[in-house]
């Protein structure tokens, strides 16, 4: 093994996690794990299960919190993120409304959700996507401007 060089495990986790790491910071949290990982093999404490799974358990939330975060910042105000929200309510408003229907109105209920969906949600799923992505930025309208303070008279 050389000198910077990590046991087989170790590598092949960071390896397989760094597909969940966006493409831009994935070379700098590679370069961090790494050290993080040869640091805690090298201290004497590699071969401890309790300190390996602890570190695999950080390497993997490490790369998720990363890729949740990036999504967050790229769908913040967008209609797509709009949309995932409402649809995620709605199944969740279905689901209940659903266990608490029965069988037999449970069955009507569906159907009816499942035309509802077809007729209204789809129009405007379009309607947002192509406001979201088919645009050309220049024909957006501007972002409102922030609110200034008015100047303090000197008194």
């Known amino acids: 093994m050389t000198a910077f060089a990590l046991p087989r495990h170790y590598h092949r986790a960071l390896h397989a996690v760094a597909v ?3 493409a831009e910071a994935r070379e700098d949290w ?3 794990w ?3 990982l040869w640091h ?3 201290q004497g404490r590699g071969r401890n299960v309790a300190r390996a799974f602890d570190l695999t358990v950080g ?3 490490d790369a998720a919190w990363l890729r949740i975060e990036g999504l967050r910042l790229r769908f913040s105000g967008s209609p797509a993120l709009c949309l995932s ?5 709605c199944i969740v408003a279905a689901v209940f409304a659903f266990r608490l229907s029965g069988l037999e109105t449970g069955q009507l209920f569906l159907s009816d959700l499942a035309r509802q969906f077809r007729e209204r949600f789809l129009c405007a799923a379009v309607i ?3 406001a979201q992505f088919g645009l050309p930025r220049e024909g957006r309208a501007p972002a409102p401007a922030r609110a ?3 100047p303090q008279s000197a008194s």
């Open 148 to 150: 200034r303070a008015w």
């Open 128 to 130: 947002a996507l192509v």
């Open 85 to 89: 929200m409402l649809t995620l309510l």
């Open 34 to 36: 790494h050290a993080e």
């Open 40 to 42: 805690a093999t090298h």
């Open 20 to 22: 969940l790491v966006p």
């Open 59 to 61: 390497l993997v939330s």
């Open 30 to 32: 590679r370069r961090l």
